[in-house]
């Protein structure tokens, strides 16, 4: 099947690579210097990146307009956040063609699950795994599975997937799903959703505000790993503890929250210290 040209949009506030590979998406390949495929449920989209264009591959055209978040003024976004500080200046412009993805949020659930503590490479092979064994066949591979199909797997199943001691933790979030409405947690606040969050087993702070930026697209949270700790002691540092970091940065970002975080986060870690393919 051939895929045919979506859309194209200009490149200036949408760099693929970097919105890929920023932590916030695991199923995607790189093709060549220039070309990534993306999946996303049963969607399957590629994108080539020409000059000044990137032009979108796709049969799901109105999916993957909205999953790169193509409606939203990232140009307002830069310029507001450039003008907090130095910093922040030179993060936003470093950063600048990252987009929020709009994800599936059950897709974001088990795949931060399987984030926690592990790196990149791993959680995509450990993703693409459970795909294989329990996805539908989609035009361009295997769909993500259903809860259903989830939740009818043991324990064991997980763990011979390679998924660690995360193995308990996917099976009992696939069985409470199964009678969870995801949807009522569009109609709380982000501190209400976040503390529910946090009664899924094997979602800590981090997971949780990764879910809610990635999966809900919740602008007003801040996930915090290794690198933004380092970023924090480098150029904010006012003495607050590891548990107080997010609530700082929440507080002094407001609703751009979680876009500063992606700025600081890719320019600590492609930037300054240039180390690839590392979660957060």
């Known amino acids: ?3 045919p040209l979506a859309f194209t949009y200009s490149s200036k506030y949408f760099n693929v690579a970097d ?57 307002d976004k830069v310029a507001r956040i450039s003008a907090l500080s130095p910093i922040m200046r030179q993060a936003a412009q470093c950063g600048k063609g990252i987009r929020i993805l709009n994800q599936n949020l059950t897709e974001m659930i088990f795949s931060f699950i399987i ?38 797997c043991p324990v064991e199943f997980f763990a011979r997937l390679g998924a660690g001691y995360r193995d308990k933790y996917l ?11 995801l949807g009522m947690l569009d109609a709380l606040d982000t501190p209400s959703a976040r503390k529910e969050l946090l009664t899924f087993m094997g979602v800590g702070p981090k997971v949780a505000d990764c879910i809610l930026l990635f999966g809900m697209h919740r602008g007003d949270v801040f996930p915090v790993d290794t690198w933004i700790k380092k970023v924090y002691h480098a150029y904010f540092e006012q003495g607050h503890k590891d548990n107080e970091i997010s609530t700082f940065f929440c507080n002094l970002f407001g609703a751009d929250a979680g876009l500063c975080q992606q700025y600081l986060f890719y320019f600590e870690r492609k930037y300054r210290q240039n180390v690839p393919n590392t979660v957060q």
């Open 1 to 3: 099947m051939i895929l």
């Open 19 to 75: 919105t890929l590979e920023c932590g916030q998406i695991f199923r995607y390949k790189k093709l060549a210097d220039d070309r990534y495929a993306v999946y996303s449920l049963d969607k399957y989209a590629e994108l080539t990146t020409s000059d000044d264009t990137v032009s979108v591959y796709t049969v799901d055209k109105e999916y993957f307009w909205h999953f790169f978040d193509l409606d939203a003024d990232y140009s």
């Open 115 to 152: 984030s926690a503590n592990n790196n990149i490479k791993r959680i995509q092979l450990i993703i693409e795994r459970i795909c294989r064994e329990l996805g539908s066949d989609a035009p361009f591979g295997k769909a993500f599975p259903t809860v259903e199909s989830l939740a009818a």
């Open 171 to 181: 099976a009992a979030t696939a069985q409470k799903l199964l009678d969870y409405d």
